[in-house]
């Protein structure tokens, strides 16, 4: 009887280590699973909508210091999109560079990054927060997206603002391996598109945007990670939906699983 | 070097514990000593842990460096990095504390999967998912977040309404007078018997109450890494000292509750694992007899 017994708890004992380790080799199983994928869209859907509650109805993104400012910005993705045509933007100083504002709008535009510049500017010191961890604090300057849109006018069923970038990326190791190269793009909705901060920036810490950080257009949407502030934009595309785009998910790396709300 | 009789006797002393330990237990008194909401928010809690533990180290690996401050991006002083640096015998795994480096190979910053060397801040074997996997590694911790936080609540609430954290955790002016003697009992692995069993012992007291303290600093510091929380609630970073101090208190923090575990769960083993695990299943606790 005592023996019995013995022998129950020392299994007892090991049926508590293996069911951690049991539990470790379900978990990249489940990882795998496209059926555990919905459980982790819910999720994501369930934060959006949380966030989004307490973001209501546009709170702004804390604004910094000019002594806050980072001595580096560290540039990260794409540091040179290195083809044939940005290579000779880049000896024309990006003078032949257009801005294409096109999709669901009234009136589609093309507007040079001079004409730009014209336009009213916001600046804003902002923390900018990568994905994978680190932190850095810049000077942006650039022209209120919203307003952008407003010139173009957004037709009836308009839901999205699609950032297409010159850009190909072939992924980084310190994002789970290397991952499939494709175009890079983004993509918000109106409610983030025509938030205050929202901007098309063209100069950071007050010097030209350089081309390690985006030149000579990116996308600033604070409130958001790093990997959605777009660089190299030369097209915004007003759509109804994200689907016929690339992966559908609404972004190069939403495409490779990453959250296309990326307020966390 | 250990001396033959030293280690003669800490094998005694083992198989004396591992006895009392497993001894089978004489029938005696028992008293419901854990309800139901602290056995159920006690499991989905310690799996809650296991997963944003496991998750949070893949996480970490995107990234493997700390700072202090409202920034940091690897141009900045780190004050613990786990990386891989090429030396005379070739790339070692480097751990960084301040100004102390550690060689750590095999385990921490350069490690073996799948049989092939990888930089790698934290080993394969203890990550979740195994494979460097950012984007899985951040779903399981939003996840497993969410259960937290809901089962925390749940906790939390109960604990006050019913005066669980009052009666049961929250020490008395009693238990502070008894700390210099609980601390001897513990060095001692002397386990209370009899009438003292019915309640936590002072330094229990103090662990389970830090514990609770430490998840909801996580829960705090975790929501501080978030832009979108952060424009929400601009104070967040401004408590911990910027964006970058919040996740080095959130690596922290988890590493305490870490700790923790590894000393809850050997305690559970010395005191008697069958009865101890018993108890939080079904809530009954047999009062052990003084050995004499």
């Known amino acids: 009887m005592a023996d019995m017994k013995l022998l129950t708890r020392r299994a007892a004992i090991a049926a508590g280590f293996g069911g951690a380790g049991f539990l470790l080799a379900g978990a990249d199983r489940l990882t795998l699973s496209p059926g555990f994928a919905h459980v982790f869209l819910a999720v994501e859907d369930w934060t959006m909508a949380t966030q989004r509650g307490l973001l209501y109805p546009d709170k702004l993104a804390k604004e910094y210091s000019p002594s806050d400012i980072s001595p580096v910005f560290r540039a990260n993705g794409t540091l040179d999109p290195d083809t044939l045509e940005y290579a000779a933007h880049i000896r024309q100083g990006f003078a032949n560079w257009r801005l294409r504002i096109d999709g669901l709008v009234n009136q589609p535009l093309a507007l040079s990054v001079r004409e730009l510049k014209m336009l009213p500017s916001r600046t804003q010191i902002t923390r900018h927060d990568c994905v994978e961890g680190w932190s850095a604090i810049g000077m942006w300057a650039g022209v209120p997206l919203g307003l952008l849109l407003k010139a173009a006018g957004l037709k009836p069923g308009a839901r999205y603002a699609v950032f297409h970038c010159a850009d190909n990326l072939d992924g980084e190791p310190s994002k789970g391996g290397m991952q499939s190269p494709g175009q890079y793009y983004e993509s918000i909705d109106l409610r983030d598109a025509f938030h205050p901060q929202t901007l098309m920036a063209y100069a950071l810490n007050g010097k030209k945007l350089d081309v390690a950080h985006g030149a000579p257009l990116r996308l600033r949407v604070e409130r958001q990670l790093g990997y959605k502030q777009a660089k190299y934009v030369d097209r915004i595309e007003i759509t109804d939906r994200l689907s016929h785009i690339a992966g559908g998910r609404g972004g190069y790396w939403e495409d490779r699983g990453y959250e296309w709300y990326a307020g966390i | ?292």
């Open chain 2, 1 to 292: 070097m250990m001396s033959k009789t030293r280690r003669r006797r800490i094998k005694a002393w083992l198989a004396t514990k591992h006895r009392e330990a497993f001894a089978p237990h004489v029938p005696g008194e028992s008293f419901y000593r854990h309800r139901a909401p602290v056995r159920w928010t006690h499991w989905i809690n310690a799996l809650c842990i296991i997963f944003l533990v496991g998750s949070g180290l893949n996480i970490f690996n995107a990234h493997p460096h700390l700072y202090w401050g409202k920034y940091g991006a690897e141009t900045e002083p780190t004050f613990f990095s786990l990386t891989d640096i090429e030396t005379s015998k070739g790339t070692r795994g480097d751990t960084q504390i301040g100004p102390w480096h550690f060689d750590t190979t095999n385990v921490l910053g350069w490690s073996k999967v799948d049989g092939q060397y990888q930089e790698r801040g934290w080993p394969d074997w203890i990550t979740i998912p195994s494979f460097q996997d950012l984007s899985a590694a951040r779903h399981w911790h939003f996840l497993f977040a969410w259960i937290l936080v809901i089962n925390g609540a749940v906790y939390l609430t109960y604990s006050l309404c019913s005066r669980h954290l009052a009666r049961d955790i929250w020490p008395g002016w009693r238990d502070v007078k008894a700390i210099p003697r609980s601390i001897l009992d513990h060095l001692r692995l002397k386990h209370p018997t009899g009438e003292a069993a019915r309640r936590y012992n002072v330094l229990q007291k103090l662990a389970y109450l830090s514990v609770i303290i430490l998840v909801f600093l996580m829960v705090l510091t975790g929501l501080t890494m978030s832009p979108g929380i952060d424009a929400a609630f601009p104070w967040l970073t401004g408590i911990f000292g910027g964006r970058q101090s919040a996740r080095s208190i959130h690596f922290i923090s988890a590493a305490l509750i870490v700790l923790f575990v590894i000393i809850h769960v050997t305690e559970v083993v010395l005191a008697g694992p069958i009865n101890e695990i018993r108890s939080m299943l079904s809530g009954f606790y047999r009062i052990p007899k003084g050995h004499k």
